[in-house]
T-cell receptor
Framework: GQQLNQSPQSMFIQEGEDVSMNCTSS?????WLWYKQEPGEGPVLLIA?????ELTSNGRLTAQFGITRKDSFLNISASIPSDVGIYFCAGPSGGATNKLIFGTGTLLAVQP | NAGVTQTPKFRILKIGQSMTLQCTQD?????MYWYRQDPGMGLKLIYY???????DKGEVPNGYNVSRSTTEDFPLRLELAAPSQTSVYFCASSYAGGHNEKLFFGSGTQLSVL
């Protein structure tokens, strides 16, 4: 079945540093999504990407839809303590956007 | 505004017991979902529904049942709890139609089966 692999698994950084993480798939996706989960809460959608090569920003967050359509990248600039959480990539299973599959997540910890 | 509400927040079950995890949403979303989250494993889709009276299996449906009698409610039933069902369960909902990939999640139910 389809799988989404995220790297790194975890990151421990200092406040102010930039962060990069990525997500790769064994198959082509036509939509890439990035969600953030804060402790004790459900995930919240950060960015949605719909076209290969697309670069989209949401404040200090920037995500890119890889041109091969098998990967996506998320960057966070000038990290702050409230960036702490687990970041998940997600994509439609079998092309159906009402059936998302999620990656394994990247845990981000920010030291003030 | 409540969004997606899940109850209970925590529950401990003995092996073989049954329970229902409740989920309700007040956004008039047609689509609803149940996911489970195991440590380091991301979220796995258990069941989903595209409208009242319609449900379908996700990736990991074994050991669970669902029903959707109203647009607002989507309960998840565990009939014979097993230790493998120890997990955090998330209910979510989304709009039908365009951009239904924006899921709104509840805050989760942490379930332990001992």
């Amino acid at each position: 079945g389809q799988q989404l692999n995220q790297s790194p698994q975890s990151m421990f950084i200092q406040e102010g540093e930039d962060v990069s993480m990525n997500c790769t798939s064994s198959s082509i996706f036509n939509t890439w999504l990035w969600y953030k989960q804060e402790p004790g809460e459900g995930p919240v959608l950060l960015i949605a990407l719909y076209k290969a090569g697309e670069l989209t920003s949401n404040g200090r967050l920037t995500a890119q839809f890889g041109i091969t359509r098998k990967d996506s990248f998320l960057n966070i600039s000038a990290s702050i303590p409230s960036d702490v959480g687990i970041y998940f990539c997600a994509g439609p299973s079998g092309g159906a956007t009402n059936k998302l599959i999620f990656g394994t997540g990247t845990l981000l910890a920010v030291q003030p | 505004n409540a969004g997606v509400t899940q109850t209970p927040k925590f529950r401990i079950l003995k092996i073989g017991q049954s329970m229902t995890l409740q989920c309700t949403q007040d956004m008039n979303h047609n689509y609803m979902y149940w996911y489970r989250q195991d440590p380091g494993m991301g979220l796995k889709l258990i069941y989903y529904s595209v409208g009242a009276g319609i449900t379908d299996k996700g990736e990991v449906p074994n050991g669970y049942n669902v029903s959707r009698s109203t647009t607002e409610d989507f309960p998840l039933r565990l009939e014979l709890a097993a230790p493998s069902q120890t997990s955090v369960y998330f209910c979510a909902s989304s709009y039908a139609g365009g951009h239904n990939e924006k899921l709104f999640f509840g805050s989760g139910t942490q379930l332990s089966v001992l």
